[in-house]
């Protein structure tokens, strides 16, 4: 009986998946869980989405994985699906032109996440596999190639989604408070009980 207020004041730690998404653009935008993303010719008739440093102090063009604010702790996954103007994603079987790469803090490279293109060909999302996501403070740096010709239509649009892990939630004061006082009701249950009195025989 006394455990119903311990329990539920620890529910704000429980994790779970959770997704964060936003409207891309042409020509780009800003990512809040990392630079800035452009899109535009790549020649070869081809139209490239990436996503650079932008305004982030970093030589290598590699993006910082910031996803301080956004509810994510890390990053397992990473989707962009054409919503504008019809337009094909190139084929994986290319082998060109569509990756997702993550890294460390010094550059190094620490994984390749899988590809995988939906039938209409308007979507694709690269996946971590175990051990491989992206956590804060490491690096990484993504293109995705389109089969559109250099003149993207007007309309050309798209969003950008990340899944991960939710943050651990900070527990507000009443929570704190609902805790405090549900192991404190516990703990008082455990010293009320009364000793057992045995009789010799």
């Not at 939630?169 to 192991?183: D, H, K, N, Q, R």
């Amino acid at each position: 009986m006394f455990l119903a207020p311990a329990m539920m004041a620890l529910a704000p730690f429980a994790a779970q998946a959770t997704v964060v998404t936003f409207d891309g653009g042409i020509p780009g935008g800003t990512d809040p869980l990392g630079g800035t993303y452009v899109t535009g010719p790549s020649g070869g008739g081809l139209v490239q989405f990436q996503e650079t440093a932008g305004h982030q102090a970093d030589d290598t063009q590699q993006v910082l994985f910031d996803p301080t604010g956004s509810g994510l702790a890390n990053a397992t996954s990473f989707t962009l699906t054409i919503t504008g103007s019809t337009d094909m994603i190139l084929p994986l079987d290319r082998n060109f032109g569509n990756y997702f790469e993550t890294f460390a803090a010094d550059g190094s490279i620490l994984s390749v996440w899988n590809a995988s293109v939906n039938a209409a060909g308007t979507a694709i999302t690269y996946t971590a596999d175990a051990g491989s996501e992206l956590l804060a403070g490491e690096r990484f740096a993504t293109i995705t190639t389109f089969s559109q010709g250099n003149d993207l239509p007007a309309d050309f649009s798209y969003t950008l989604s990340w899944t991960g892990d939710a943050a651990a939630a900070v527990p507000e004061a009443a929570t704190w408070m609902m805790m405090i006082l549900g192991f404190g009701l516990v703990g008082l249950s455990y010293r009320r009980k009364p000793a057992a009195v045995r009789f010799a025989a």
